[in-house]
């Protein structure tokens, strides 16, 4: 019961920069965490980083430590993921995710942990 388009991915050059968006809506209030994957032709999906809602507790995997934010806007209904000093290892679809149970004890970086999903946004980056 919970709708979600992303939206920011382009076309960059290595070192560039991009912000990408997620809205929400729906019954947003029983969201208890979102998240940031990506998946890239032949791969599996990889968590990039995710947000505990209400304290703002963030997390991200050591890949895009120091060059990516996850943050959300007051009203807890849009999520943001800046992204600074781009790679090509960075290019992949990214998707933005709502996770509705309990976060104690949760593995914010596995796909199973989430229940909705967005169609996600394409982010390629050149050498």
């Known amino acids: 019961q919970v709708q979600l388009v992303e939206s920011g991915g382009d076309s960059v050059q290595a070192g560039g920069s991009l912000r990408l968006s997620c809205a929400a809506s729906?019954?947003?209030?029983?969201?208890?965490?979102m998240g940031w994957f990506r998946q890239a032709p032949g791969k599996e999906r990889e968590g990039v980083a995710a947000i505990y809602i209400g304290t703002g507790s963030t997390y991200y995997a050591d890949s895009v430590k120091g060059r990516f934010t996850i943050s959300q806007d007051n009203a807890e209904n849009t999520l943001y993921l800046q992204m600074n000093s781009l790679k090509p290892g960075d290019t992949a679809m990214y998707y933005c995710?709502?996770?509705?149970?309990?976060?104690?004890?949760?593995?914010?970086?596995?796909?199973?942990?989430?229940?909705?999903w967005g169609q996600g946004t394409q982010v390629t980056v050149s050498s």
């Open positions: 995710a709502v996770r509705l149970r309990p976060v104690y004890g949760y593995n914010w970086s596995r796909a199973y942990e989430y229940q909705y």
């Open positions: 729906g019954y947003t209030y029983n969201s208890r965490s």
